[in-house]
């Protein structure tokens, strides 16, 4: 099933796993997932490398897991180090095995590769070959409340959003972010740029605070100050930390709920203790 058609008709629960560099760690995700589908998800994502790096376990774990869940799958596919004939076999890949979802996004360079050898440069040149291409994937794009961090100005990374809209995208989710006002300031500056597509806010449970700084210094995003005094506290304990974590992102996803938005997406970073707890914290059962 399409998830757009999902969207349509509820407000949705959705969570994002990534594959293992090898098979080995399989079943442990396997178990997540498992874990996870307790709360009955309308839909599942699995991420996809720099490059395609975990192209084929993608196409296994989305493939197994809508055969064997309820849940619906997405799966994500990056076109940057790949040429148009690569994109157009790997989404028939993705089409006979029952795959009807795909999120589209430029992705990042391989690190053993410093040049482009692909003729796709933007998430949008990979929309438009999907759409040109099959009749049959809902597509999702990727958009950034607090900006893209390569984009000139908030402008421009607007525009380039609304292109996303404009070639066929059906639903964004957003990059994490921690301020729920950079979203409602970003949910109502995209309504009056033209965008009509659901945008759907995507959660990250903190679970080590050098981690979240990591990840915040690559997308963009900013941590309050209040918070990141708790994080520096608890700097050397991840087990403060993931309990901050839990607090905030609960306290961050029931705003949310509060505020008429189509849908709760959770990175859960392939763990589920935290995810569990906010929505154990929301009375979610879905």
Not at 175 to 189: K, M
Request: proline share 4%.
């Amino acid at each position: 099933m399409k998830i757009i058609d999902i969207i349509k008709k509820k407000r949705t629960l959705s969570f994002e796993f990534f594959p293992p560099k090898n098979e080995i760690n399989l079943p442990s995700l396997h178990k997540t997932i498992a874990e996870l589908s307790k709360y009955n998800p309308d839909f599942v994502s699995f991420t996809y490398g720099a490059g395609g790096s975990t192209r084929k376990l993608t196409l296994e774990i989305s493939k197994n897991t809508k055969q064997n869940n309820d849940s619906e799958v997405m799966s994500h596919l990056t076109c940057l180090a790949h040429s148009k004939s690569e994109i157009i076999e790997i989404l028939s890949k993705f089409k006979n095995s029952g795959i009807e979802n795909i999120i589209a996004l430029r992705g990042d360079m391989p690190e053993n590769q410093s040049e482009l050898n692909g003729e796709l440069k933007h998430a949008t040149d990979l929309i438009e070959i999907i759409k040109s291409q099959f009749d049959d994937f809902c597509i999702a794009g990727a958009c950034y409340p607090e900006d893209h961090p390569e984009s000139i100005n908030s402008e421009i990374d607007l525009k380039h959003t609304k292109l996303k809209q404009d070639k066929g995208t059906d639903f964004l989710v957003t990059q994490l972010f921690f301020n729920n006002d950079d979203f409602f300031r970003y949910r109502e500056r995209a309504i009056k740029s033209g965008i009509e597509i659901p945008i759907i806010p995507a959660i990250m449970p903190i679970r080590s605070t050098k981690q979240i700084r990591r990840l915040t210094e690559l997308c963009g995003a900013k941590i309050p100050e209040s918070l990141n005094q708790k994080l520096e506290k608890s700097i050397d304990n991840d087990e403060e930390t993931i309990k901050i974590g839990i607090e905030f992102a609960t306290e961050q996803t029931n705003t949310l709920l509060e505020n008429d938005v189509p849908g709760i997406h959770f990175y859960s970073l392939n763990k589920t203790r935290s995810v569990k707890e906010v929505l154990n914290n929301l009375n979610i059962s879905h």
